[in-house]
C-alpha cells in the first residue's frame, strides 16, 4: 500500500445515482471506507472537491451525450485504476432501450422542444469509450461486491467476484428453481451471479441485471424460454432488459427477431 | 396386543398414525431439531416441522425431465411426496461455513478456527436413495485419514427416520441403482406408512429408545405383507431405469466421443444439476478482507464442476468448453467415483433429471452413448 491514503473520485453519467447510492448504503462501513481512502471528489457525499489525478475512480451510469464522451475521457486521464460501477456503466444499462429503436423518434414524441437536446444516437458502456480496469454489474450493484473491489485494491489482491450463474446463487440460499417449479422464464442460468439470488427469491425470475456469464449457453436456454413464453416475445424481452446492450443478450435477441420475421 | 415396553432392535412395529406426534414431543424433548418435508411458497423444502400435521399429506409431486408440479390430491397420507430440489446436504453439509478467521495484532496473525457446532437434527421421511446418498458423502467427509469437522459435528448426532418409497416419481430410478425404493441403509427407524398405520422397523439403540413408552403393537404378518406387496410395486412402477453393467468403462473408454458434445449443446453449464444433487460435495473457499486489511474470515461454499472457475489454475481452464464440463460431471457420478470410492456417485434419486432446466436426462444420455458405440 502507498504511504498516502489512496484518492477516491465518484462520477456520475446517465443513470439513476442508485449504484452511488449503494456505496453511501454502506452503513457499517461507511466510516472504515472513509477511514482508508481519501475522499477527494463525490458529490453526492460531499461538497468538497479537490483536482486529480486520483488513485481509483468510480463512474457511474452510461455515455448519451457528446459532452460525456469528452468528460469520460477526461476522467480516464485523471485516473490510476477506473472502475465501471454498475449496469449502465458496463453495458448502457435500461436507457440503451434507445438503441433498438430511433432515438430521434423518441426525443419528438418526449420532449416539446428536442431541438434544445444534446444526444447521443446510443446509449453505451464505459468501455466502449475508454479502457476500464474493471466492471461491476447490476442494477444496482452489490454493495458488498463493491467492498470486496476496494479491499483488494487497498491489500494489492484480485477481487474475489463470482464467475458463475445466478443458479448457484439460489441453491446456496435454498431457493426452489422458479424455472423448473413454476414454468416461469428466468435468464438466472446465463446471468452473472451478485446479487444473491434477489428475483428467484422473491418468485419471479432473473431479468439479468447483472449481465452475462461469460461462459453459458444461451442458444439453449433460448430453446427453454420461447416454451414458457406466457406473452408473445417475452423472451426477446427478457434479454432486452436492463443490460439488453450487453453483446452476448443483445445478439441473442437480435437473432430471435430475425427468426421471427 | 398393546404395549408400551421397548421394542426389539430389528423388529417391526405398528403405531396409529396420531402416535407420530408422541414419538415427534418425544424426539424434541430429547434435543433434536427436527426437518422434514414441508409445503412452503407453494413448494416442497425441507425445513422444521412439529407435528405430523406439519407434513405435505393430501400432496403429491408431479416430475418429469426440466419440469416439477407440486399437486395437491387431498390423498390422506403423510409420506407420500417424492422430494423436491432440497435433499439432507444442506444440513450435514451446509452451503456455506466459516473456517476460520485470521487476525493481525502487533505484527502477527493469529488464527481463530470455530468449533464446529451443529444442532442434533432428527430428520423425518429419508428416502433409500437419500439414505445412500448421505452414505456416500459419508466416504468422502469422514475418511479414515481425514474427516471433516464440519460435516461430522452434524452427522454424528443425527437421528434418521427414513422412509420407505411406495409411489415413486417418473424420474426415479433407485431400483437399478440398488438404492431402493425399500430403505437399505442404516436408519434409527424405517417407516411404512399404509392406510391406516404406519410401521416402523427398529434400526439403532437410538430407535428403540425413541418408541419406548409409546403405544405401539408388533406389526402382523398382514400389515408386513401389504407393505411387502407396495415396495414390490414401487419398484416395477419405477419411471426411470439406469444400466450399469457396462459401467464405468462405458464412460472412461469413450471420452472422447461425439455425444459429449451434443450434450454440450444442450447444457446451459448452470450447475444446477450439481447443487441439488445429494452426493456432490465440491467447495470453495472464499476470503473476505477488511479494509485495513488486519483481518480475514475463510468461508467454504458449495462450488460445482460445471462453474467455469471451478477448472481454472495455472495456464488456463483445464474444462474450458461446457462439454468438457459436463463429461466431468458424469464421468465422476458413474465412473471414476467408483474408482474413487466402491460406489457409484449417483443412487438414482433423478434430481439431477427434474431440475434440469434443459431437462437432460442422465438415465438417456448413458443409453443414448451406449447405442451410439454399438
Known amino acids: 500500500m502507498s504511504p498516502h491514503k489512496p484518492t477516491l473520485a465518484v462520477y456520475k453519467f446517465s443513470s439513476c445515482d442508485g449504484c452511488q447510492l449503494s456505496i453511501l448504503n454502506m452503513e457499517d462501513e461507511l466510516l472504515d471506507l472513509a477511514g482508508a481512502l481519501d475522499i477527494a471528489y463525490f458529490l453526492e457525499a460531499t461538497r468538497a472537491e479537490r483536482p486529480g489525478p486520483y488513485d481509483i475512480a468510480i463512474v457511474e451510469g452510461s455515455i448519451t451525450t457528446p459532452h460525456e464522451v469528452e468528460r469520460i475521457k477526461e476522467i480516464r486521464r485523471q485516473a490510476k485504476v477506473l ?82 450463474s445466478v443458479c448457484l446463487e439460489c441453491k446456496r440460499r435454498g431457493t426452489i428453481c422458479v424455472l423448473v417449479d413454476k414454468g416461469i422464464p428466468c435468464i438466472g442460468p446465463a446471468t452473472q ?42 423472451t426477446v424481452r427478457l434479454y432486452r432488459g436492463i443490460s439488453g446492450y450487453a453483446p452476448a443478450f443483445r445478439e441473442i435477441a437480435d437473432e430471435l427477431l430475425k427468426e421471427a420475421k | ?157 443425527a437421528f434418521i ?41 427398529v434400526g439403532s439403540e437410538l430407535g428403540r429408545n425413541i418408541l419406548s413408552g409409546l403405544p405401539f403393537e408388533s406389526a402382523s404378518a398382514f400389515v408386513l405383507n401389504a407393505a411387502n406387496r407396495g415396495l414390490e410395486r414401487a419398484a416395477q412402477q419405477m419411471g426411470r431405469s439406469m444400466d450399469t453393467s457396462d459401467l464405468p468403462d462405458l464412460i472412461l473408454n469413450n471420452l472422447d466421443h461425439v455425444h459429449w458434445r451434443e450434450i454440450g449443446e444442450r447444457c446451459l453449464s448452470c450447475a444446477n444439476c450439481t447443487q441439488v444433487c445429494p452426493t456432490c460435495f465440491c467447495w470453495d473457499a472464499t476470503d473476505t478482507l477488511s479494509l485495513d486489511g488486519n483481518q480475514t474470515r475463510r468461508e467454504r461454499v458449495w462450488d460445482s464442476c460445471f462453474n467455469p472457475g471451478y477448472s481454472y489454475q495455472a495456464g488456463g481452464n483445464t474444462r474450458p468448453t461446457i462439454h468438457s464440463r459436463y463429461r466431468q460431471w458424469m464421468s465422476h457420478k458413474l465412473g471414476t467415483w467408483k474408482v474413487q470410492y466402491g460406489t457409484f456417485g449417483c443412487t438414482g434419486c433423478g434430481r439431477c433429471i427434474t431440475w434440469c432446466p434443459a431437462a437432460i436426462d442422465i438415465t438417456v444420455e448413458i443409453a443414448n452413448l451406449r447405442k451410439e458405440i454399438r
Not at chain 1, 479502457?131 to 447490476?138: M, P, Q, R
Not at chain 2, 450435514?92 to 437434527?121: C, H, I, Q, V
Open chain 2, 1 to 157: 396386543m398393546q404395549s408400551d415396553r421397548s421394542p426389539e432392535i430389528g423388529s417391526t412395529v405398528a403405531i396409529q398414525k396420531n402416535v407420530f406426534n408422541s414419538l415427534l414431543s418425544k424426539l424434541k424433548e430429547q434435543g433434536y431439531e427436527i426437518v422434514g418435508p414441508h409445503v412452503e411458497n407453494e413448494t416442497l423444502v425441507y425445513a422444521p416441522i412439529a407435528k405430523l400435521e406439519d407434513l405435505p399429506r393430501g400432496f403429491v409431486t408431479e416430475q418429469e425431465a426440466g419440469s416439477f408440479r407440486l399437486v395437491y390430491t387431498g390423498h390422506t397420507r403423510y409420506f407420500d411426496i417424492i422430494p423436491g430440489a432440497q435433499s439432507w446436504k444442506q444440513y450435514l453439509f451446509p452451503s456455506r461455513a466459516e473456517l476460520f478467521t485470521l487476525r493481525k495484532a502487533d505484527g502477527t496473525w493469529n488464527m481463530e478456527t470455530p468449533r464446529p457446532t451443529a444442532p442434533a437434527y432428527a430428520f423425518i421421511g429419508v428416502r433409500g436413495c437419500e439414505l445412500a446418498a448421505i452414505q456416500i458423502q459419508d466416504n468422502a467427509f469422514l475418511r479414515g485419514d481425514f474427516t471433516d469437522p464440519i460435516y461430522r459435528a452434524a452427522r454424528e448426532k
Open chain 1, 193 to 234: 451471479a451478485g446479487c444473491g439470488a434477489i428475483c428467484p427469491t422473491s418468485g419471479r425470475g432473473c431479468y439479468g441485471c447483472f449481465g452475462p456469464t461469460r461462459s453459458t449457453n444461451l442458444d439453449s436456454l433460448t430453446n427453454i424460454l420461447t416454451k414458457l413464453e406466457r406473452t408473445p416475445g417475452e
Open chain 2, 161 to 201: 427416520l427414513a422412509v420407505n418409497c411406495l409411489h415413486p416419481a417418473s424420474t426415479c430410478f433407485c431400483a437399478s441403482m440398488g438404492t431402493g425404493p425399500r430403505v437399505e441403509g442404516d436408519a434409527d427407524l424405517t417407516l411404512t406408512e399404509l392406510e391406516d398405520v404406519f410401521l416402523l422397523n
Open chain 1, 83 to 164: 472502475i465501471a460501477l454498475g449496469t449502465c456503466a458496463t453495458s448502457g444499462g435500461i436507457q440503451a432501450l434507445r438503441n433498438f429503436t430511433d432515438a430521434k423518434a423518441l426525443a419528438n414524441t418526449v420532449y416539446d422542444h428536442p431541438e434544445y437536446l444534446h444526444y447521443l444516437d446510443t446509449a453505451t458502456a464505459i468501455a466502449e469509450h475508454v479502457a476500464v480496469d474493471l466492471e461491476l454489474w447490476g442494477c444496482p450493484v452489490n454493495k458488498g461486491q463493491v467492498l470486496e473491489v476496494i479491499s483488494a485494491l487497498l491489500n494489492n489482491r484480485r477481487p474475489n467476484l463470482p464467475a458463475y
